[in-house]
């Protein structure tokens, strides 16, 4: 069996914001070379989130608005105990909460196996610094 490990690095200028990392997974399951296995994808932070979703700004919005309604950003510590820790993230754990950690997608002749409108997601919940995304590939 194949192995093979990846990692990208973004840095996001927005507090908030989803980023169609789709072409960086296809590039790192090209180089692994594996035809038939697996890759798995995931933030190695946990204000960020790695979902699959479709590319469509229009859904990104609502997202984005349906986050803040559920986890508003308040750096206070009154309205999330974690903040009362120094840190000003609490709705940022929350959001990632929601969105998900990771995704798991076939790999089928050395291709991404998606659903039509399948693409994979960085979503960042608490940007302006560089953040760390793993790809990792298992197969033959
Ligand atoms: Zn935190």
Redesign the pocket.
Same mark, same amino acid.
């Given at each position: 069996m194949k192995s093979f490990r990846k990692i990208i690095t973004l840095n996001i200028p927005a507090r908030m914001e989803f980023v169609n990392i789709t072409r960086q997974v296809a590039d790192a399951v090209r180089e692994s070379g594996v035809q038939e296995g697996l890759v798995l994808v995931n933030p190695m932070h946990? *204000?960020a989130s790695v979902f699959i979703n479709d590319d469509e700004s229009g859904l990104h919005q609502d997202y984005k608005d349906w986050l803040e309604k559920l986890a508003p950003f308040d750096p206070s510590p009154t309205r999330y105990r $974690?903040n009362r *820790?120094g840190?000003d993230?609490?709705d940022? $754990?929350h959001k990632r909460q929601i969105m998900g950690r990771e995704v798991v997608v076939a790999i089928t002749e050395g291709k991404l196996d998606f659903g039509t409108w399948e693409q994979i997601f960085y979503g960042e919940f608490?940007g302006k610094r560089s953040k760390r995304v793993l790809v990792k590939i298992i197969g033959e």
């Open positions: 946990i *204000t $974690h *820790t840190e993230n609490g940022a $754990h608490d």
